[in-house]
């Protein structure tokens, strides 16, 4: 199936669900709303013409420019032979989105890394923790504005 394709059918299952699609990027992507995420993945994945049965990668990104936080999942069909990115955009103070760990199980460590380095919360995630980073760490390294302490337990970074 073309990008076009996907995206009219994922619009007729769940009309306002996608936001956007865009056909000029090297991997065409759909811009879903951010709070049907989990629905539309999960139509993606259970409609047989679709069949996107592998979660490839899914990665968190922030964009302090446009004030947002950012889902990126890479989709692939190996049964159909087709791929589709989905987007999901969240505003940087309250950035909220359902987990798609019911989906395709791979979700689970990928959701707990977007949120222990970008503060994403997954809603429904089942062990929704630190993965990377200590539990008492403060803060999430990789949103753009954030301050590396000094120290840590007694640790200086500082040379």
């Given at each position: 199936m073309t990008p076009v394709e996907i995206r009219d059918r994922v619009e007729g299952a769940l009309p306002g669900a996608v936001l956007r699609l865009e056909t000029e990027a090297i991997d065409p992507w759909l811009l879903v709303e951010p709070a049907r995420?989990?629905?539309v993945c999960r139509l993606l994945r259970d409609d047989?013409?679709?069949a996107f049965g592998s979660l490839m990668c899914l990665s968190g990104v922030d964009?302090?420019?446009?004030?947002?936080?950012?889902?990126?999942?890479?989709?692939h069909s190996i049964e159909r032979g087709h791929r589709i990115v989905l987007k999901a955009?969240?505003?940087r103070d309250e950035p909220?989105?359902?987990?798609?760990?019911s989906?395709?199980?791979?979700a689970n460590w990928h959701e707990r890394e977007a949120y222990d380095l970008l503060g994403i919360v997954f809603e429904g995630h089942p062990d929704l923790r630190r993965i990377l980073l200590p539990f008492d760490w403060e803060g999430h390294p990789l949103r753009k504005?954030?301050?590396?302490?000094d120290t840590y337990r007694g640790i200086t970074n500082k040379p």
């Open positions: 995420i989990r629905e047989p013409d679709l964009w302090p420019k446009e004030n947002k936080l950012q889902v990126v999942y890479h989709l955009d969240m505003p909220r989105v359902p987990s798609v760990e989906v395709w199980k791979f504005d954030y301050v590396y302490p």
